[in-house]
């Protein structure tokens, strides 16, 4: 079984910063793709950023120059740093990552963490 565990999230004021992990952990052979998505309340989950195991990265628009995503693969771990955060990044956000265990390979989500950015 794999379970991915985020933390990290609280409650910042505009402009502020905040960095979320994700760890993965079980019985697992790899981890592929690993990233980061967010869902604001009445609204659909998007794509925050993603990285590769070699370390390719991609971002949404909204978020490009202002987060930054990392991963320590020893430790199974991928990270997003958060920089001049504005109201409407306030969601929760979700990992991802693509992990190949004996039964195959496919994604596996975390239950999120709660990201609130107000004054």
């Known amino acids: 079984q794999v379970q991915l565990v985020e933390s990290g999230g609280g409650l910042v004021q505009p402009g502020g910063s905040l960095r979320l992990s994700c760890e993965a952990s079980?019985?697992?052979?790899?981890?592929?793709?690993m990233g980061w998505y967010r869902q604001a309340p009445g609204k659909e989950r998007e794509l925050v950023a993603t990285?590769?195991?070699?370390?390719?990265?991609n971002y949404a628009d909204p978020v490009k120059g202002r987060f930054t995503i990392s991963r320590d693969n020893p430790k199974n771990t991928v990270y997003l740093q958060m920089n001049s955060l504005k109201p409407e990044d306030t969601a929760l956000y979700y990992c991802?990552?693509?992990?190949?265990?004996?039964?195959?390979?496919?994604?596996?989500w975390g239950k999120g963490t709660l990201v609130t950015v107000s004054s």
């Open positions: 991802k990552s693509f992990v190949a265990t004996y039964a195959g390979a496919r994604d596996y």
């Open positions: 079980g019985s697992f052979f790899s981890i592929n793709a």
């Open positions: 990285i590769t195991w070699s370390g390719s990265t």
